[in-house]
T-cell receptor, first 115, second 113 residues
Framework: GAGVSQSPRYKVAKRGQDVALRCDPI?????LFWYQQALGQGPEFLTY????????KSGLPSDRFFAERPEGSVSTLKIQRTQQEDSAVYLC?????????????FGPGTRLLVL | KQEVTQIPAALSVPEGENLVLNCSFT??????LQWFRQDPGKGLTSLLL?????REQTSGRLNASLDKSSGRSTLYIAASQPGDSATYLC????????????FGKGTKLTVNP
């Protein structure tokens, strides 16, 4: 079956530009997560949705970062006025149900380069 | 704040060798621990998930153990193959309401033919 998909796979942005990253979770998965992975580092948590509700956004680094999941399926991570330190791979993951007992399934990521 | 450490950062072994990757975490109040594999330019593939009440999980040539009280986990890979070359990431699911995973920086494994 289809896994988690993300688009675009690669994005080059000029500093100050706004970007939008899309995540299509596995169909029927309740939970959706965004992580940021800098070069040579492990992924770091950004935000978590349970259906359409954003239950945890404690990892968003600034108010330039905004995420939504309006219908409880597809999610968009938006970064406004991008800066060079935003360059990273942005990973999306989904799990079948709420609760930390579930395996998280990851997409291939969007590699963002801010020039 | 939960912190996850993986040792070594990189490991190079000849094909056929058995090996152990280490993971430690600072807060023992965890729901579970997962081991992932990441290939260059790819996302993460879940290898093993150990619930907090379990001591180990096995899948094929992989065995992961969990000692929650001491804050340690190991991933044992038997009879390593060149196809096992990848970065292995350890992640803990924290208690306290958030569903997030806290990751280590990973161990980059190279298996030489």
């Amino acid at each position: 079956g289809a896994g988690v998909s993300q688009s675009p796979r690669y994005k080059v942005a000029k500093r100050g530009q706004d970007v939008a990253l899309r995540c299509d979770p596995i169909s029927g998965h309740v939970s959706l997560f965004w992580y940021q992975q800098a070069l040579g580092q492990g992924p770091e948590f950004l935000t978590y949705f349970q259906n359409e509700a954003q239950l945890d956004k404690s990892g968003l680094p600034s108010d330039r970062f905004f995420a939504e999941r309006p219908e409880g399926s597809v999610s968009t991570l938006k970064i406004q006025r991008t800066q060079q330190e935003d360059s990273a791979v942005y990973l999306c993951a989904s799990s079948l149900e709420e609760g930390s007992q579930e395996t998280q399934y990851f997409g291939p990521g969007t590699r963002l380069l801010v020039l | 704040k939960q912190e996850v450490t993986q040792i070594p950062a990189a490991l190079s072994v000849p094909e056929g060798e058995n090996l152990v990757l280490n993971c430690s975490f600072t807060d023992s109040a965890i729901y579970n621990l997962q081991w992932f594999r990441q290939d260059p330019g790819k996302g993460l593939t879940s290898l093993l998930l150990i619930q907090s009440s379990q001591r180990e999980q096995t899948s094929g040539r992989l065995n992961a153990s969990l000692d929650k009280s001491s804050g340690r986990s190991t991933l044992y890979i038997a009879a390593s193959q060149p196809g096992d070359s990848a970065t292995y990431l350890c992640a803990v699911g924290a208690q306290g309401g958030s569903e997030k995973l806290v990751f280590g920086k990973g161990t980059k494994l190279t298996v030489n033919p």
